[in-house]
Structure formats: C-alpha cells, structure tokens
Nanobody
Framework: QVDLEESGGGLVQAGGSRRLSCAVS??????TAWFRQAPGKEREFVAA????????TYADAVKGRFTISRANAENKVFLQMNSLKPDDTAAYYC?????????????????WGQGTQVTVSS
C-alpha cells in the first residue's frame, strides 16, 4: 500500500512562486508525478520524475517555470512553481506508479493523493 499526501497549496499572486510537497509512504520504489485539475476541465499532466535515475519530464505549459525534484531519504517529491499565472489555478495531485518509466497519462498511475489547491490571483 502506498499513501501520498500533498501540502503547500494556497493563494499566490501572479508572478509569484509556490512549492508543493508530496510525502510518499509505503515504498520508495516508484515514479512520481504531479497532475492538476481546474474547475470544469480534465485532469492534466504537469511533471514527473523517475525514482531511480531521476529522469524528469514536463508539460509544455509549465516547462521552464516548474521544477520537479525528489528527496529519497525523506520519501518526498517537490514541485517548485515559479512565474505563476492565473491559468495555473487548479487542484494539484501527486500520483505514483510501480513502474520505473516516466508516464504522462493519468491512467498509468496507481496511487493518488487527495490534492492541494493552488489559486493564482491576477
């Protein structure tokens, strides 16, 4: 069993920064990703990181602004979000998969957190 718990959401002004954390309990042998879902929209991929090698991949919408990283000793994954825009407003979800490959589709992830809300004001 793997449990994921996100934290770090909140209200931030456009152009500001925010760091989200995902605490992973149960196992460290997982690729982990961030997805987000805005009201009335489908859940979309944001970023992912492989647990072993640390390979990362990003959605085009956040490339250059967001950085995903991990602290294996703490069993945590982070999402540093810079230059935030109102369009980044969404519930952000941490997800994990048993596979070592880095996937961008939600269906490939087996475990999900409850989400943390990020609201970017203009």
């Amino acid at each position: 069993q793997v449990d994921l718990e996100e934290s770090g959401g909140g209200l931030v002004q456009a152009g500001g920064s925010r760091r989200l954390s995902c605490a992973v309990s149960g196992s460290t042998l997982y690729t982990t990703a961030w997805f987000r879902q805005a009201p009335g929209k489908e859940r979309e991929f944001v970023a992912a990181i492989g647990w072993y090698v640390g390979k990362t991949t990003y959605a085009d919408a956040v490339k250059g602004r967001f950085t995903i990283s991990r602290a294996n000793a703490e069993n945590k994954v982070f999402l540093q979000m810079n230059s935030l825009k109102p369009d980044d407003t969404a519930a952000y979800y941490c997800a994990a998969t048993k596979h070592s490959a880095v996937f961008t589709t939600a269906q490939r992830y087996d475990y999900w957190g409850q989400g943390t809300q990020v609201t970017v004001s203009s």
